[in-house]
């Protein structure tokens, strides 16, 4: 096999250099660009999505710290609020003993005022019964 060198070959390998050097000087600077340009759109793109993406982390970060922290102080309150009514619950209750003692103490005292004054009154009508006794026994008035 022989390659022949004729003046084809020549013509096709000048068409082949003015094709490359206007390629080279006319359509490759603006693809290359465009293609830089594109790429550093991309790179961008992706810096800002990192960076939101980091930003919505810290958020969701921060919305959970809060709510924990909000759950905790409402804890808080929920136990605050029970033992204050536990304490106004036990104010109550003594209070109400203190006072119902009082009334059974003074039921107490009026009762022993009420049966003081019935034995006196059944003192004197028991020396009046027992002289209406005799004196109906004796069948004659008794002096006293």
């Known amino acids: 096999m022989t390659i022949d060198l004729n003046i084809t070959m020549l013509?096709?390998?000048?068409?082949?250099?003015?094709?490359y050097w206007v390629m080279k000087t006319m359509l490759f600077p603006p693809v290359l660009t465009l293609i830089k340009r594109r790429e550093l759109m991309i790179a961008k793109a992706n810096e800002e999505l990192r960076r939101?993406?980091?930003e919505g982390k810290q958020m969701r970060e921060d919305y959970n710290r809060k709510m924990r922290d909000a759950r905790i102080q409402a804890q808080e309150i929920h136990n605050k609020n029970r033992?204050?009514?536990?304490?106004r619950e036990r104010e109550i209750l003594e209070a109400a003993r203190k006072k119902a003692a009082q009334y059974l103490y003074e039921g107490e005292v009026k009762l022993e005022e009420q049966r003081t004054q019935a034995r006196?009154?059944?003192d004197e009508k028991a020396d009046e019964l027992s002289n209406q006794i005799v004196e109906k026994i004796l069948g004659r008035p008794i002096s006293s």
């Open 11 to 19: 013509f096709q390998l000048a068409f082949f250099v003015a094709s």
């Open 52 to 54: 939101r993406d980091a």
């Open 83 to 87: 033992q204050v009514s536990a304490e």
């Open 120 to 122: 006196k009154e059944l």
